[in-house]
C-alpha cells in the first residue's frame, strides 16, 4: 500500500538557517504529494502542493520538489525565522479514487533566536 | 467564508460521560475525516464519510461513533468516555479533488 516516510525530529535550527525536511514516498499510479503545517495549538494547514513530476510547490518561502525517480517530495527553505516553528507534516493523494490522503508521522521543526 | 469548524476547542470532561465533538464546513465538501492525532504528533484515521448517510471506521479502532445526516455536519460522540480518550481529535474535509484536506481547529479532550 502507500506510504510516506519522512524524517524523524525534532529538528532545532537557529534563525536564519537553511531547512530541509526529507520525505520519501511509495505509491502506486501517479500520486499528487503535499506539504502541510501545524502550528502549535492548531489543526493543519495546506503548506504546498505538487500535482506532477518535476512540479515545484512553493509558498512563505518554502518549496519542495516532486522528484518521482527518487521518489521524494523534500521541503526546503532558506533562512528559517521563529514564526516557522511548527509540525511539517509530509502526506500524498495516491489518485486512485481512494479520497484518503496518507500522511507521515510529522517533523516538529524549533527554531531559536 | 468557507471554513471548517470544531467546537469546543477544549473540554474538560469526567469518566463515563457522554460527549459529542461538533465538525460543521461551510465549502460543500462530500468526504469528511475524524483524526486522533497522539502526542508524537502522528495522525490517525479513526472515521470518514464520503456522503450523507455513509459512515466508515478508519484505520484505528476507536470506540466512538459518527453519523452523516448533513453534507455540513460530521459530529463524533463518545458513549462513555475513559481517561485512554484523552487526545487532540481533527476533522477535515474534502472534495475529492486535488486539493487536499480542509482542517479545523481540533478539540482537546481530557477525560479525568
Known amino acids: 500500500g502507500d506510504s510516506v516516510t519522512q524524517m524523524e525530529g525534532p529538528v532545532t535550527l537557529s534563525e536564519e538557517a537553511c531547512l530541509t525536511i526529507n520525505c520519501t514516498y511509495t505509491a502506486t499510479g501517479y500520486p499528487s504529494l503535499f506539504w502541510y503545517v501545524q502550528y502549535p495549538g492548531e489543526g493543519l494547514q495546506l503548506l504546498l502542493k505538487?500535482?506532477?513530476?518535476?512540479d515545484k510547490g512553493s509558498n512563505k518561502g518554502f518549496e519542495a520538489t516532486y522528484r518521482k525517480e527518487t521518489t521524494s517530495f523534500h521541503l526546503e527553505k532558506g533562512s528559517v525565522q521563529v514564526s516557522d516553528s511548527a509540525v511539517y507534516f509530509c502526506?500524498?493523494?495516491?489518485?486512485?479514487?481512494?479520497?484518503?490522503?496518507?500522511f507521515g508521522k510529522g517533523t516538529k521543526l524549533s527554531v531559536i533566536p | 467564508e468557507a471554513d471548517i469548524y470544531q467546537t469546543p476547542r477544549y473540554l474538560v470532561i469526567g469518566t463515563g460521560k457522554k460527549i459529542t465533538l461538533e465538525c460543521s464546513q461551510t465549502?460543500?465538501?462530500?468526504?469528511m475525516y475524524w483524526y486522533q492525532q497522539d502526542p508524537g504528533m502522528e495522525l490517525h484515521l479513526i472515521h470518514y464519510?464520503?456522503?450523507?448517510?455513509?459512515?466508515e471506521k478508519g484505520d484505528l479502532s476507536s470506540e466512538s461513533t459518527v453519523s452523516r445526516i448533513r453534507t455540513e455536519h460530521f459530529p463524533l460522540t463518545l458513549e462513555s468516555a475513559r481517561p485512554s480518550h484523552t487526545s487532540q481529535y481533527l476533522c477535515?474535509?474534502?472534495?475529492?479533488?486535488?486539493?487536499?484536506?480542509?482542517f479545523g481547529s481540533g478539540t482537546r479532550l481530557t477525560v479525568v
Open positions: 502526506a500524498l493523494d495516491s489518485g486512485a479514487g481512494s479520497y484518503q490522503l496518507t
Open positions: 477535515a474535509s474534502s472534495s475529492g479533488g486535488l486539493g487536499g484536506y480542509t
Open positions: 505538487a500535482t506532477k513530476a518535476d
Open positions: 465549502m460543500g465538501h462530500d468526504k
Open positions: 464519510s464520503y456522503g450523507v448517510n455513509s459512515t
